[in-house]
């Protein structure tokens, strides 16, 4: 599945770390079906943000057995976030197919911008 392309010119307002974690029903899916159902659930959603919304994929079961993928989630707006939020709820993917575990939502450099200073980073 290919990622959506990220608009030129956005800037995240807000970044949200979705940690999930695969349910049984998931599991039981051939990898075929998998990339199936994402393509038939979640393809839509990221299509019809793709202005607003750019999301990635890490899978993090080698490591941890809480959580076994981390979504990156970055969005235009606030409010751009939450219609995301909407449409996934609507769709087996979200507390079916992977369980929520965590949404960590975060604002890039923010006490930099807060305070009129330059980001540290590497």
């Known amino acids: 599945m290919t990622q959506p392309e990220t608009p030129a010119a956005m800037r995240p307002?807000?970044?949200?770390?979705?940690?999930?974690?695969?349910?049984?029903?998931?599991?039981?899916?051939?990898?075929?079906?998998?990339?199936?159902?994402?393509?038939r659930?979640?393809?839509?959603?990221?299509?019809?943000?793709?202005?607003?919304?750019?999301?990635?994929?890490?899978?993090?079961e080698f490591y941890s057995?809480?959580?076994?993928?981390?979504?990156?989630?970055q969005a235009r707006s606030h409010h751009a976030w939450q219609l995301v939020v909407e449409d996934l709820r609507e769709t087996p993917l979200w507390d079916r197919y992977f369980q929520i575990v965590e949404l960590l939502p975060g604002v890039?450099?923010?006490?930099?911008?807060?305070?009129?200073?330059?980001?540290?980073n590497a």
């Open 13 to 39: 307002d807000i970044t949200v770390f979705m940690l999930v974690k695969t349910q049984p029903e998931w599991l039981g899916f051939t990898i075929d079906e998998r990339f199936e159902q994402l393509a």
């Open 41 to 60: 659930h979640l393809q839509p959603v990221l299509h019809k943000h793709r202005q607003d919304v750019t999301m990635r994929f890490f899978d993090v």
């Open 65 to 73: 057995t809480r959580v076994t993928d981390l979504w990156l989630w």
């Open 108 to 120: 890039e450099d923010a006490s930099a911008d807060n305070y009129g200073r330059d980001a540290v």
